[in-house]
């Protein structure tokens, strides 16, 4: 089993940042990909980014692109969401999830890939 705990959410401007960050614990060598997802009221869950277990690859959803960067601290099970820029449309709980059986590829934006979630945190952008 793998435990994921977020934090760092909160109430921020439009056009302020904020720094996501998610806590593994558990079976942490078992996992590959991490990744943010997001869920807005009304709305399905979407990608926000990933990255690979070595942290040298990433992937990004193209409504994140450019504002966003996803990292991560295997010595420490971390990975981060560091969201500059942030928009109105950014409010969301926003959940970390890993992968531990899945390798990271094109498809790393798929939920059903993802075996373990967090309990989610909220990110509220105001204008």
């Known amino acids: 089993q793998v435990h994921l705990v977020e934090s760092g959410g909160g109430l921020v401007q439009a056009g302020g940042s904020l720094r996501l960050s998610c806590a593994a614990s558990?079976?942490?060598?078992?996992?590959?990909?991490k990744a943010w997802f997001r869920q807005a009221p009304g709305k399905e869950r979407e990608f926000v980014a990933a990255i690979s277990w070595s942290g040298g690859s990433t992937y990004y959803a193209d409504s994140v692109k450019g504002r966003v960067t996803i990292s991560r601290d295997n010595g420490k099970n971390m990975v981060y969401l560091q969201m500059n820029s942030l928009k109105p449309e950014d409010t969301a709980v926003y959940y970390c999830a890993a992968a531990t059986s899945s390798p990271f590829d094109s498809s790393s934006d798929d939920p059903g890939r993802y075996a373990y979630w967090g309990q989610g945190t909220q990110v509220t952008v105001f204008s």
């Open positions: 558990g079976r942490t060598f078992s996992i590959y990909t």
